[in-house]
């Protein structure tokens, strides 16, 4: 920490405190709270019973969490391979069009994304590409709104690497796919799996898009968290949110582990 006096570290933990636990570490309690709740007794649930969870995790509800983890791993390598492909080209560009190209990227998520999954419906709904109606039209929309964040995170690093070692390989006869294989995307490979962590976070808990494009034998767990919650199933809502929160969390625990292995090669 900056802060090098005792009184001054204490402020600073109690300033974090003060802000982290109502606007973050509250709402996600009170819905854990929730997901064991019976009823709600005055602004807090109260009663205990883990019936929730037994609806949260079987039937539907466990094909919905399989359908939002296939869409968020399947979407996550797409943004990656486009992401870190253009992120490579682009540092040989001139600045420039550098800029265009990120400009371009970044674009899905300057828009609310329910425009993005209306133009993916306008664009893909007549031949010769007609996935409407398909999961792969879901996939489609997750992978345009996370690739930005991979190309910015894969560009970022490529601007940090130290180009001694590729010109070390190629002084010494390496031919330019080597250097990529063998140097260039190995040393990338921390910002890589931190990139794939951050499109799977994103894409498991998109909704706006996929309410627009998903069919009914593809239902991704943030639609039937909505549903449950229209109808007014707070508590099963909420035991499904925990749900999701936990296999995202488990997801990113291993991707974590990954960049720390990646980090000290």
């Not at 300033?15 to 019976?38: E, G, H, N, Q």
């Not at 109260?46 to 995790?57: C, I, K």
């Not at 540092?91 to 425009?115: G, I, K, N, Q, T």
């Not at 940090?160 to 390989?169: G, K, N, T, V, W």
Request: proline share 6%.
């Amino acid at each position: 920490m900056l802060v090098h006096s005792r009184g001054g570290k204490w402020a600073t933990w109690g300033i974090f405190f003060l802000l982290f636990l109502p606007l973050f570490a509250l709402p996600l309690l009170v819905i854990l709270a929730a997901s064991f709740a019976t009823n709600w007794s005055s602004v807090l649930p109260s009663g205990f019973t883990t019936g929730h969870y037994s609806a949260a995790t079987r039937g539907e509800s466990l094909q919905a969490l399989t359908t939002s983890l296939v869409t968020a791993v399947t979407a996550s390598l797409l943004a990656l391979v486009v992401g870190t492909w253009a992120a490579l080209a682009a540092h040989a560009l001139p600045r420039r069009a550098r800029r265009v190209l990120d400009a371009l990227f970044v674009l899905p998520v300057a828009v609310p994304s329910v425009v993005v999954g209306l133009a993916i419906l306008v664009a893909f709904s007549k031949p010769p590409l007609l996935l409407n109606g398909t999961r792969w039209i879901v996939i489609l929309a997750h992978a345009v709104l996370v690739t930005a964040f991979a190309h910015q995170s894969v560009s970022a690093a490529i601007v940090r690497l130290d180009p001694a070692y590729e010109q070390a390989a190629a002084s010494l006869g390496a031919r330019p796919a080597y250097v990529l294989w063998r140097v260039r995307l190995p040393l990338l490979l921390p910002s890589l799996t931190a990139a794939a962590g951050l499109c799977f976070a994103l894409s498991m808990g998109e909704l706006s898009a996929t309410m627009m494009l998903y069919p009914p034998d593809w239902t991704p767990l943030p639609v039937q968290i909505y549903a449950a919650t229209d109808r007014g199933a707070l508590f099963t809502g909420s035991a499904l949110a925990v749900v999701l929160m936990t296999a995202t969390l488990l997801v990113l625990f291993a991707v974590s582990r990954i960049r720390t292995k990646a980090t000290y090669r």
